[in-house]
């Protein structure tokens, strides 16, 4: 079965073509961060401007590196939610109108699936499994006993642990995007600011406001008393306390859910520190571990494609009333 699947809920325009929800036989990206970098951050306008400025070169592109024509698509797939809903809006058109024209399913995926399902293109999904969800907007801790079942253990209860580490990027003074950048900077630094451990708790739940408020607080003491912050220090006691919550959260889970199988999703998956630290955890605790590759943790409509066969199994097809949500849970 072969799925072309859009995906357009931020600022990176994609299509890919998947076979069976595990081959991707080609991938088209087109990233506006060059543009949105000169803002400092994503301008929600100007992205769904850029998505319908390129769209339909995306599209063709991805199926003249396939090889194939339209004809040769059993089915069109589009995240419709969560994401900046003028962007969403512009990828599901074109998904509603090619499924109209020829007349083959509409698949709605939605935009963590598809991060979920990223990994089973590197290596089909084993059930029962933990997934751990980190990006610029999402923070959970996801159970599934079986493909396209989610079970929401717990989740960011104010930031997303992406937004967190774009907003200490700004208070250290590293440009867009932050998050990379603090990773790299975290290896040259030392952990010598002293910074809480965010929501330590029993729970499955994170919360990340208050270590990025302890963050800007002691940065603004520093300056105020003539100190200067070393980066490089500051991003590694950040980073640290971030890791290790995420780590000590996931493998409790693991051990409580009595789960051997763990797989990371989201931007933050790209997360060097974090993949560092989760796998000595998972082999100290006989746990396989997946990570994605790095083309596919970012946005991208390979997961998608790869979600949508799932999603296409259990009989998630959408007709043309399918909508745009700017705020949806994963269910």
């Known amino acids: 079965m072969y799925i072309l699947a859009i995906e357009t809920s931020c600022d990176e325009t994609s299509a890919s073509i998947i076979k069976d ?24 306008e100007i992205a769904s401007r850029m998505h319908i400025e390129n769209i339909t070169m995306v599209i063709d592109e991805a199926l003249k590196k396939a090889k194939m024509k339209m004809e040769d698509i059993d089915a069109f797939a589009v995240t419709y939610g969560p994401g900046l809903i003028g962007s969403l809006l512009v990828g599901l058109m074109a998904a509603k109108t090619l499924s109209f024209i020829y007349q083959k399913p509409l698949i709605p995926v939605h935009h963590i699936a598809g991060h979920i399902y990223a990994n089973n293109l590197v290596k089909r999904l084993e059930f029962p499994l933990i997934a751990l969800v980190v990006s610029g907007g999402h923070t959970e801790l996801i159970y599934m006993k079986e493909d396209y079942s989610f079970e929401k253990l717990g989740g960011t209860l104010d930031d997303a642990v992406g937004e967190a580490y774009d907003k200490v990027a700004r208070v250290i003074n590293v440009p867009y995007p932050g998050g990379p950048l603090v990773d790299k900077l975290a290896f040259d630094g030392q952990d010598t600011y002293d910074l809480p451990l965010p929501l330590n ?20 003491n520093e300056r105020q008393r003539g100190n200067e912050i070393i980066k490089e220090n500051m991003a590694a006691s950040f980073q640290n306390r971030v890791v290790e919550i995420l780590v000590k959260k996931t493998m409790k889970a693991l051990k409580d859910y009595d789960v051997k199988n763990l797989i990371v999703a989201g931007g ?18 006989d746990v396989n571990l997946i990570v994605p590759e790095m083309k596919y943790c970012t946005d991208n409509a390979a997961m998608i494609g790869a979600a949508a066969y799932y999603a296409y199994k259990r009989g998630d097809i959408a007709d043309l009333n399918l909508n745009a949500k700017a705020v949806d849970s994963l269910r």
């Open 21 to 44: 929800g595990c081959e991707e036989i080609s991938s088209v990206i087109l990233s506006q961060m060059n543009t949105h970098a000169n803002y400092g951050g994503v301008v929600p």
């Open 201 to 220: 708790d029993n729970s499955y739940n994170f919360s990340f406001s208050g270590l990025k408020s302890a963050v800007i607080n002691l940065a603004h």
């Open 268 to 285: 933050v998956a790209a997360n060097k520190g974090l993949r560092t630290v989760l796998k000595e955890a998972c082999e100290k605790a």
